[in-house]
């Protein structure tokens, strides 16, 4: 494949889901923001994102594509999603905080069964390893979290170097906000015993942060105490780019946009 042929690769959750359409607000579809860039760079697009995924899946998608052709990829693109979900065989796709004390919670295009049988798991896991250990023990779960979100970053950042790839990633949700898990841990009765100093510190002192490279990442280290920032928080925070009084924060067509210019810049920034 010539030069002028390459794709940019893409990679996500919701935020990035070409296919996503809200079960909230009922709007036309629109292009999403990858498609967007791949116009303004004038590259065609391959969009593997997913609704519902976590970083590790996110990881996965991009790591397998680009082993299996890196030869036709010109730029990889990634929005990060919440930092606490995971994913099992790469098939099903949990979201412990926001499913845990839901059971009512249902959709056509979610597995709410198998999301159901999982809320006691997620009950022990939030109050044995979240609500009771002190922030700076290495077996604490938020550093888990943290330590597992860099090391993803890392091993992207590593194998679009090895192959010559270009790479720009940001956070689009807001990786390290921490006001689901007070939610959850105040509901089971437990006293929440992090803030967001420490939340930083948890960050700056994990094991590999120095070994990320900032120049290809838009607001790491994702966390304002630490002069980070993530999309989510800074540019979809306006109802004229999301529907939050309708329940729905996912960005709308305006918020696409955004998105798309800010990664534009980035890439002209590093790249030109």
């Given at each position: 494949m010539s030069e002028s042929s390459k794709y940019i690769l893409a990679s996500g959750c919701s935020?990035?889901?070409?296919?996503?359409?809200?079960?909230?607000?009922?709007?036309?579809?629109f292009p999403k923001w990858p498609e967007l860039l791949g116009k303004m760079l004038d590259k065609p697009v391959v969009n593997v994102a997913e609704c519902g995924v976590s970083n590790d899946w996110i990881e996965k998608s991009i790591i397998n594509r680009v082993i299996s052709d890196s030869d036709n990829i010109e730029?990889?693109?990634?929005?990060?999603?919440?930092t606490w979900r995971y994913s099992v065989y790469n098939l099903m796709h949990h979201n412990p905080l926001a499913w845990f004390d839901q059971q009512d919670r249902t959709s056509d295009h979610?597995?709410?069964?198998?999301?159901?049988?999982s809320?006691?798991?997620?009950?022990?896991?939030?109050?044995?390893?979240?609500?009771?250990?002190?922030?700076?023990?290495?077996?604490?779960l938020f550093q888990i979290i943290v330590n597992n979100h860099i090391e993803t970053i890392i091993r992207i950042q590593k194998i679009c170097k090895k192959y010559k790839i270009k790479l720009i990633a940001a956070n689009l949700l807001n990786a390290f906000h921490?006001?689901?898990?007070?939610y959850c841990v105040k509901s089971l009765g437990k006293e929440f015993h992090y803030n967001e100093d420490q939340w930083a510190w948890m960050i700056q002192n994990s094991p590999k942060f120095n070994e990320v490279d900032n120049h290809t990442l838009?607001?790491?280290?994702?966390?304002?105490?630490?002069?980070?920032?993530?999309l989510g928080a800074e540019i979809l925070t306006d109802k004229e780019r999301i529907a939050p009084?309708?329940?729905?924060?996912?960005?709308?067509?305006?918020?696409?946009?955004?998105?798309?210019?800010?990664?534009?810049?980035?890439?002209?920034?590093?790249?030109?």
């Open positions: 935020f990035t889901d070409k296919n996503f359409k809200s079960n909230i607000v009922e709007h036309k579809d730029l990889v693109v990634i929005g990060f999603t919440e979610w597995d709410t069964a198998s999301r159901v049988k809320i006691p798991y997620y009950r022990f896991m939030i109050e044995e390893r979240l609500a009771n250990e002190h922030y700076q023990q290495n077996e604490n921490q006001g689901r898990y007070i838009i607001g790491w280290p994702f966390h304002p105490y630490i002069n980070g920032w993530s009084d309708k329940g729905d924060h996912h960005p709308n067509k305006k918020g696409h946009e955004l998105i798309a210019e800010v990664f534009y810049d980035k890439y002209q920034e590093i790249y030109e």
